[in-house]
């Protein structure tokens, strides 16, 4: 049984498929935008973690510096009471 299509069906059809493919492609390239986009932005970040760790590690370096001189400062301080007071009663 032979079906019967009406005239300019089948140029309809090439139409319909050209702008399905026209939808496909704009949606594709809007994927590949976003995740230039995402890439953009990971390594942007990725970046900026980099700095915070760099700077926190410079924060605690500094800290570990000024702890040691003051410890060295409060025992040579000691010593040097320690020193005087036997000096003093001799």
């Known amino acids: 049984m032979e079906t019967m299509t ?12 050209k702008r399905v493919d026209s939808g496909f492609a704009q949606v594709d390239k809007r994927i ?22 760099s700077d926190t590690k410079a924060g605690f370096d500094s800290l570990q510096q000024l702890m040691i001189r003051v410890c060295a400062g409060t025992i040579g301080s000691i010593i040097a009471g320690v020193v005087v007071l036997l000096l003093s009663h001799s």
């Open 6 to 17: 009406e005239v300019g069906t089948e140029k309809r059809v090439d139409e319909l498929s």
């Open 32 to 53: 590949d935008d976003f995740q230039g986009e995402t890439r953009e932005r990971f390594n942007r970040v990725e970046g900026d973690i980099r700095e915070l760790r």
